[in-house]
C-alpha cells in the first residue's frame, strides 16, 4: 500500500519504519520539508516527501503531528484527495503541556473530531492511545500470549476494517470500538490510555471510561507527564 505519514518525530518515525519494513511504499513528510528528512528516512526505508505529496500520493495518510499544528497544515490538503483515502489521526490533545487551549474542544468537541473539521476529511483514529516505546517494541505476531490490543475507531467500516488489518500487522490486537463519537474512551487519562492492555482488559477499561470526566482525565494525564518530567513534585 501507498502511507503518507505526516509527522517525523518519535511516532511518525516508528510507524513509517514499521510500515515500510512490512513491505508498503512510505513517503515521510514534516514541518521542515522533504532536504531535512533525507538521512532519517532512507534509515526508515521511506521516501522524504512534502506534506502536499504525502498526502496526495497515499491511500491511507497518517496525521502523527501535534495537535495545534493540524491548523499549520496547507489550506485544502485534503480537498482534491479522494473519500476512500484513509485518515488515520494518531493525536492527542495537551492544551497545557503543548498545544495551547482550542477553543471547540474545550467546549466538547473531541479531538479527532477537531481535527477531521480542520482538514475536510473524516479520520479514523488510533495509536493514540500506545506510548512510543511500545509500539517501537512491544508488536508480536498474532496468537502469542499476552499481545497488546489496540483500539480503533471510525464511521466508515470499509475504513476503519484496513486500518484494524493494519494494527493486526503491526504486531498488536485489533479491537474495534466504534464510532468517532465514541473515540472519547481513548483520549488522554481515561481508564484505557497506554495501558498496554491485552483485549478482554482494554474492552473493560474502555468501557469503563466516563464521558463526564473527558476534560478531567486529560488533566491528570497532563499533571502525569508534567511529575514524570520532573516539573513538580
Ligand atoms: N510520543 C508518544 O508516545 C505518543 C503516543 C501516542 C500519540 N502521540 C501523539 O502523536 C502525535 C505526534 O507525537 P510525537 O511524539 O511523534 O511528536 P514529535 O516527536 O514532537 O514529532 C512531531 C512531528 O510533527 C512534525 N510537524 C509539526 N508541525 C508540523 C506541520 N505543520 N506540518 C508537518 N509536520 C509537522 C514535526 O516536524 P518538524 O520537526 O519539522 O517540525 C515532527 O516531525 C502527537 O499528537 C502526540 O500527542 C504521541
Known sequence: ???????????????????????HHVSIANSRGPESLTALAAELGATPASVV????????????IPTKAVADLPRGLFAGVPSSVVVIDIGNYHPELRDGHID???????DSQWVAQ?????????????????????????????????SVYGDSSGAKAGVLRLVDDLGFDPVDGGVLDNSWRQQPGTPA???DLEAAALRRALAEADRSRIAEYRAE?????????????
Not at 53 to 64: C, F, G, T, Y
Not at 104 to 110: K, N, T, V
Not at 221 to 233: D, K, M, N, T, Y
Open 118 to 150: 480542520q482538514i475536510g476529511h473524516p479520520v479514523i483514529k488510533a495509536f493514540n492511545n500506545i506510548f512510543a516505546e511500545s509500539l517501537l517494541e512491544k508488536g508480536v505476531s498474532r496468537g502469542t500470549s499476552g499481545r497488546i490490543a489496540l
Open 104 to 110: 471547540a474542544i474545550d467546549r466538547g468537541m473531541l
Open 53 to 64: 505529496d504525502a498526502a496526495k500520493a497515499a491511500e491511507v495518510v497518517i496525521l502523527a
Open 193 to 195: 490510555y497506554c495501558r
Open 1 to 23: 500500500m501507498r502511507i503518507g505519514v505526516i509527522g517525523a518525530g518519535s511516532m511518525g518515525g516508528i510507524l513509517a519504519r514499521h510500515l515500510a519494513s512490512l513491505g
Open 221 to 233: 494525564q497532563e499533571a502525569r507527564i508534567r511529575r514524570s518530567l520532573g516539573h513538580e513534585s
